[in-house]
């Protein structure tokens, strides 16, 4: 759906075929999409909507199906968004979601302005909620996991620059900070992906260092379960799957890895098997 | 007079009146009679009725030859006696009865006396009344069997009168009396109301009438039209009354199997019918025959009362009888439906009124039968229509067509069961295509182009106060009245209305995809079916019926739609020379052969022109129409679909811009109609409107397409007719688009750049037309750059810059081109942009260095892209895409004036193809390449000078001079040819540009050199008055030599020294009055100040 630059270098053209055609270009942000997330639960007339977050440090919401903006929200002062996320919601917000017909929605935006909003656009609000302000300025994107009774767990990187903060939404109770061994050295967090086994009720956490390497964080335990090096430049981003205990990395190395999580809890590195089927992944660069 | 109201008053006053009639029977006597019951009370005259009665029936009784004149006033006077009383006692109404229709009866010949026309209607009159006057019971009890044979006697008599008289008066009064003796007539409260056991004893005892009071009737109605409409409508309904009493279903249906012997003597009895079933059949199927009769010969009757009269009858008729005629129900129904649409507008509110009841009472749709039967006769009609279309007059197809959409109109819902049977729907789908096949062999059609591109802006207005609903004009094979086709798309809204959409839409498509034949035809009815769904325009009778639902229709519509719009239906081709604007006049030459040639042979039938190497007139005909009908289609469907038609939007604005763009004018044309129609329906105020609210729509579609050009060559029209139909707030909608297109045209330039071209000249007409520069600020910017180049020159900007400060002027000018671009909404962009430009010369250059440029306005950096692009095709081996850029080139001059800084470069790089345009091409690019050039002038005048004197000006006059002697022989015929266009264009030219570039002596010599030979009288006179333009320019820039030059010419007188110091000058020119310059060198030294 969205390729913002899809026209292939002449020589480029030559080798190749031609991509495929975008289905439609979304016009009309006006400045560099920096995050994108679809909304799957808030859908209109069997179309999800689509929260683009763009440099200029708007929000725009967009109809899929009239393949519109239907709402812009600016609460990051101008300042690039560049994480969008849709929050877990709360059982009220469910039952205004029958009443109402668009986007009763809460959902969190992440902006460079070192802010993490969060909106309610239920019954036609466009308002920040809430906000938490963030110690880091580097570019990585938090994550968070869903947890009983309409709290969830966040994380996000910390104050110190190899720190990840993990806290308890929505109260903003911060639950601990993870920070690597003082000799392991593995830079900045670049990437952050919370989740939990389905066996047990304890969260995972999964961070992509500066360094190249991917960590497994228990994070009641607040140690690192296992660390694997497969990239040799930073990790940009990366995908678990919790079903098949598989996971992807992309590094700025233009190269992914393959990876997998063992029943001892530890990282590796696996040979991408042409045959393996990923359920789920999603790259976001 | 008197009035006696006692009896015995009155007796006394009767009885010698009466005594004396009894003895003498005279007229005088009855008359005098008559006179003395006037004076008698009607409740005297009724105790007395019977003894006044007698010497009348006395005198009607005796034997023996009589006079007629006596009867008549007999049986006058018998009538007014029954008209003021009442007969109470049933043998007497038997007997008088008797004796009056016995008064119109000869038993010797057997039938009707032969008496005079006054007695007929005084018996007739007089039986009327004694029905009337019947008391109470009385009258049933009259009707018994026994009665049977005198009634039959009189009735027979009156159809006799009815029949054979010739006097409208008897045949109308003797049709009413039958009417009131079977209990028909229209008075109040007579007879009173009958039970059901009554009525079907009456019904037993007329039917043994029915016969021959059906037949005799029959044959009065079918009778000729001359004999008055008056009888015929009596005739009719004395019909439907009969029979609708007799047949009536409702007694019929109590009829008992065995037959009640009635206690009468044998003859009696023999006469008495028995209406049991298979009687009803036998009469039900001679009444059909009769019925049919009638309606065949009533149903176009020239008087509409007789038709009213019939909707009355079918109306009982159907209502009354619909078990027992049931074989009469498909031509009594064929006759109302076709009434439908009569020309009487009364006929026709009583037929719909009819067909209202119907409806309402529905009789059809709960009637299995009667929906049989209409069924029936669609399909029979479905199945002669296109004969009857062939073969018919036009007023003939109307009845045809009207029956047809009555036929519908009456089915409603049922219509699906109709629908429902395969052969049913064949028959009528068939028939439908058939009589909408179009007549393609018009060369017209194709010729027709859209010439006026340059300002199709022009078209849509036009075409905006264009009625919704008016569609083009369309010429069909087998009719020429619009009515008809209106019918027809009536017929085809009616079936989408009542008939189930999905069936009809895939059978319809179906027909659309299985041959060209069809296709047209197939679309159109789609159209309508689609607006008939919609529920807009159908005059609907059946109000419970549930329509479309609008998601369903949303649905349906889409799938047309992208019928309609696949790459096989909608890129047809429709004109021979597609994109081979590079050979076209060979082109041109060959289509029209194909034109001639394929007219002499024109078949009907198109063929599938997609494969076909050289399309047939034929067939690119039916091509454009196809496009056209699928383009209305498109506003069809808006319009059934209102507001739920945006969602359509993003997929169906694309293609009809596309269309818009097409140079075929009726393409160009509906698909104009269809966006005009897709604004209303969406609620955009204009096309503007709709284009700018849409543009991103828009945009994707030209971005995705521009990818694969050669899929979609006609994408950069949809551009074109974006920008030609917006303004200046679709241009940051455009701008990255643009920019697409400007790279796919570096990609494609060699094959395409025909239609990238036009799509330029579109962009920076458009710019042009929405930034425009005012003249001041123009004139103010030039000084501007003047003062920047006369730096060196001393120019006289520099010595008005000295006496003010140069910081007013500074300030000046920023603050109003501040304003300016405030009011040209390029607030921020170009802000600096034009301080730094106008910033006054030598002034810290070196700081504001050319690091920190700011970005240009959007219509700037699009027009110096452009430019660039011009510079390259400006040596374009295809002459009619280097007239083309030179245009566009020319519009990007007047876009960049204001951008010195952007057009100097531009414009040298320009310059060496251009001076090759001026120099070495054909005469209509020189001509082009002149505008350019005068336009270029105005704008950096400076830059010019020295290049133009140089590369240009020895060029130009050369040819100048050269062509002069031919111009000077030359005959009336020469100025259409292109050199004195040319020679004419570069004297026109010459003068302001030579003014604007402010050309040094020896230059401006050069000028007035070659054109001083056009100022002679032997030239043609508008090449005289272009010469005289250049010297006249000339004068303002350096009189003194000008006047030395024409002096030179033609001296009017020698001039006067001022003093005498001076040596005497010598003007050479000869004041002859043979010079033949005297004429204009006089008038231009006139002007010389």
Request: net charge negative; aromatic share 6%.
């Amino acid at each position: 759906m969205w390729s913002p630059g899809y026209r292939t270098p002449p020589s480029m053209a030559a080798m190749l075929p031609p991509p495929p055609d975008p289905k439609f270009v979304l016009r009309g942000t006006q400045s560099a999409v920096h995050a994108l997330h679809f909304c799957g639960e808030a859908q209109v007339q069997g179309h999800p909507l689509l929260l683009s977050g763009s440099r200029s440090g708007l929000v725009h919401i967009w109809s899929l199906q009239t393949r519109r903006v239907v709402t812009t929200l600016d609460g990051h002062r101008g300042r690039c968004v560049t994480w969008l996320q849709t929050l877990p919601r709360a059982p009220q917000l469910i039952r205004h979601l029958e009443a109402h017909s668009l986007s009763p929605l809460g959902f969190g935006s992440q902006g460079r302005d070192l802010k993490l909003c969060l909106w309610d656009l239920a019954e036609g609000r466009n308002a920040v909620v809430d906000f938490l302000c963030l110690e880091n300025v580097g570019f990585c994107r938090g994550s968070i996991l869903a947890g009983e009774q309409q709290r969830w767990t966040l994380a996000v990187p910390g104050k110190g620059s190899d720190e990840v903060q993990i806290l308890e939404m929505p109260s903003k109770t911060s639950v601990c900070t993870l920070k690597p061994e003082a000799d392991a050295k593995p830079g900045m967090p670049m990437c952050l992906e919370l989740w939990r086994a389905s066996s047990s009720l304890r969260p995972l956490l999964l961070v992509g260092y500066e360094d190249g390497s991917v960590a497994l964080w228990d994070v009641s335990e607040r140690k690192i379960c296992s660390r694997v090096t497969c990239h040799t430049e930073p990790v940009m981003s990366l995908d678990f799957d919790s079903q098949k205990a598989r996971g992807v990395s992309g590094s700025a190395e233009k190269a992914l890895a393959v990876w997998s999580l063992d029943e001892q809890q530890a990282l590796q590195v696996s040979e991408p098997d042409p045959r393996c089927h990923l359920s789920c992944f999603a790259l976001t660069v | 007079m008197a009035v006696f109201d006692t009896p015995e008053e009155a007796f006394g006053v009767l009885r010698p009146v009466c005594v004396q009639l009894t003895k003498t029977q005279t007229v005088e006597n009855v008359e005098r009679l008559q006179a003395q019951l006037q004076t008698v009370s009607d409740s005297a005259l009724q105790g007395l009725q019977q003894y006044i009665l007698f010497p009348l029936r006395f005198a009607l009784k005796t034997p023996g030859p009589k006079r007629e004149r006596l009867i008549q006033s007999v049986v006058e006077c018998l009538t007014f006696v029954l008209s003021s009383t009442c007969v109470k006692e049933q043998e007497l109404l038997q007997e008088l009865f008797s004796e009056l229709s016995a008064c119109l009866y000869s038993p010797n010949s057997q039938k009707l006396a032969a008496v005079s026309e006054e007695l007929k209607l005084a018996v007739i009159q007089g039986l009327s009344t004694l029905m009337h006057s019947a008391y109470g019971d009385i009258i049933l009890t009259f009707y018994e069997p026994s009665i049977l044979p005198r009634l039959g006697f009189a009735v027979s008599l009156l159809l006799g009168l009815a029949e054979q008289e010739k006097s409208k008066q008897i045949k109308i009064a003797a049709l009413k009396c039958l009417q009131v003796l079977l209990l028909q007539c229209d008075c109040e409260d007579h007879p009173r109301c009958l039970d059901e056991l009554e009525q079907k004893q009456l019904g037993d005892l007329f039917a043994c009438f029915l016969p021959g009071i059906s037949t005799a009737l029959t044959r009065v109605i079918t009778g000729d039209f001359k004999q008055g409409h008056s009888i015929v409508v009596s005739s009719l309904n004395v019909f439907y009354k009969t029979v609708s009493f007799v047949m009536a279903d409702e007694q019929l249906g109590r009829t008992s199997e065995v037959q009640a012997k009635p206690a009468v003597e044998q003859r009696v009895a023999e006469l008495m019918v028995h209406r049991e079933a298979d009687w009803v059949k036998n009469t039900g199927d001679k009444l059909t025959i009769l019925i049919k009769k009638i309606i065949e010969c009533v149903s176009v009757h020239p008087h509409w009362r007789v038709r009213l009269e019939l909707i009355a009858l079918v109306e009982t008729l159907l209502l009354k009888c619909s078990q027992s005629l049931l074989e009469s129900a498909g031509p009594l129904l064929k006759a109302l439906v076709s009434l439908v649409n009569d020309e009487c507008p009364e006929v026709q509110a009583q037929c719909s009124k009819v067909l209202k009841h119907f409806a309402d009472q529905k009789v059809v749709v709960s009637n299995r039968a009667f929906a049989d039967i209409l069924s029936e006769n669609l399909h029979s009609l479905a199945t002669s229509l296109p004969r009857l279309m062939a073969s018919q007059d036009d007023q003939g197809r109307l009845s045809t067509l009207a029956l047809l959409l009555g036929y519908l109109k009456l089915l409603g819902p049922k219509v699906n069961f109709v629908l429902n049977s395969v052969a049913h729907l064949q028959r009528l789908s068939k028939a439908l295509i058939q009589v909408l096949e179009l007549d393609v062999a018009d060369i017209k059609i194709v010729e027709e182009r859209r010439w006026n591109s340059d300002h199709l802006s022009a078209s849509p207005k036009t075409s905006a106060s264009r009625p919704r609903g008016q569609i083009q004009r369309r010429y069909f094979r087998f009719f020429s009245d619009e009515r008809v086709f209106l019918l027809l798309r009536q017929v085809c809204q009616l079936l989408g209305f009542y008939g189930n959409l999905y069936l009809l839409v895939d059978h319809f498509l179906e027909l659309y995809r299985e041959s060209v034949v069809y296709r047209k035809q197939a679309a159109m009815i789609l159209n309508e079916l689609v607006v008939g769904a919609a529920g807009l325009e159908v005059e609907h009778l059946h109000e419970q019926h549930i329509r479309t639902n609008p998601e369903e229709l949303r649905e349906i519509v889409t799938s047309i739609f992208e019928e309609y719009t696949s790459q096989e239906n909608w890129y047809l081709v429709t004109c021979v020379e597609t994109e081979e604007m590079g050979e076209e006049p060979t082109m041109k030459q060959s289509g029209l052969q194909a034109i001639t040639s394929s007219t002499q042979t024109c078949q009907v039938t198109a063929f599938a022109s997609f494969s076909k190497p050289s399309p047939t007139v034929c067939s690119m005909n039916s091509n454009i129409w196809q496009i056209c009908i699928q383009l209305e289609g498109i506003g069809h469907f808006a319009h059934a679909l209102g507001e739920n038609f945006r969602l359509l939007l993003m997929t169906a604005l694309y293609p009809v811009l596309e269309k818009a763009g097409d140079q075929i004018l009726l393409i160009s044309e509906a698909a104009t109609g269809s966006m005009m129609d897709i604004c209303h329906a969406c609620g955009y105020d204009s096309l503007q409107d709709l284009i700018n609210q849409n543009s991103d729509y828009l945009v994707n579609g030209i971005a995705l397409n521009l990818r694969h050009l050669s899929l979609h060559p006609h994408t950069p029209k949809v551009l074109e007719v974006m920008l030609r139909n917006s303004d200046a707030s679709l241009l940051p909608l455009v701008a990255d688009v643009v920019q697409d297109v400007l790279a796919t045209l570096d990609q494609f330039y060699d094959k395409r750049a025909a239609s990238f071209v036009s799509v330029l000249h579109a962009l920076l007409a458009a710019l042009a037309q929405w930034f425009p520069e005012t003249d001041s600020l123009g004139q103010l910017q030039e000084q501007g750059v003047q003062e920047e180049g006369s730096r060196l020159s001393q120019g006289p900007a520099t010595l008005e810059n000295n006496t003010t400060t140069a910081d007013d002027i500074e300030q000046f000018l920023l603050n109003y081109l501040k304003e300016k671009d405030v009011a040209d909404g390029n607030v921020s962009d170009s802000d600096n942009e034009e301080e730094e430009q106008s910033a006054p010369p030598g002034v810290d250059e070196d700081d504001t260095g050319p690091s920190v440029e700011p970005p240009l306005p959007v219509q700037i950096q699009i027009a110096t892209d452009v430019m660039e692009r011009c510079i390259h095709l400006l040596s374009d081996k295809n002459l009619k895409i280097r007239l083309k850029v030179l245009d566009v080139l020319d519009l990007c001059v007047v876009v960049l004036q204001s951008h010195k800084n952007q057009l100097l470069p531009l414009a040298h790089r320009a310059w060496p193809p251009l001076v090759h345009r001026l120099t070495n091409d054909d005469p209509l690019a020189v001509l082009r390449a002149f505008q350019v050039l005068r336009t270029l002038g105005g704008e950096c005048g400076d830059f010019l000078r020295s290049r133009f004197c140089k590369d240009v000006l020895p060029k130009l006059a050369g040819s100048l001079v050269a062509q002069a002697p031919v111009s000077a022989r030359a005959g009336p015929v020469y100025s259409h040819t292109l050199a004195f266009k040319l020679q004419r264009a570069v004297l026109q030219g010459l003068g302001p540009l030579c003014e604007r570039l402010d050309l040094g002596e020896g230059d401006l010599n050069k000028v007035a050199d070659a054109c001083l030979i056009y100022l002679s009288a032997k030239q043609p006179v508008k090449l005289q008055e272009a010469a005289r333009s250049v010297f006249l320019h000339l004068m303002k820039v350096d009189p003194d030599s000008i006047w030395f030059l024409l002096n030179e010419l033609y001296c009017p007188e020698q001039p006067t020294l001022p003093h005498p110091n001076l040596h005497p000058v010598q003007l050479r020119g000869a004041p002859g009055q043979q010079n033949p310059y005297k004429a204009n060198v006089l008038r231009l030294l006139q002007e010389l100040p």
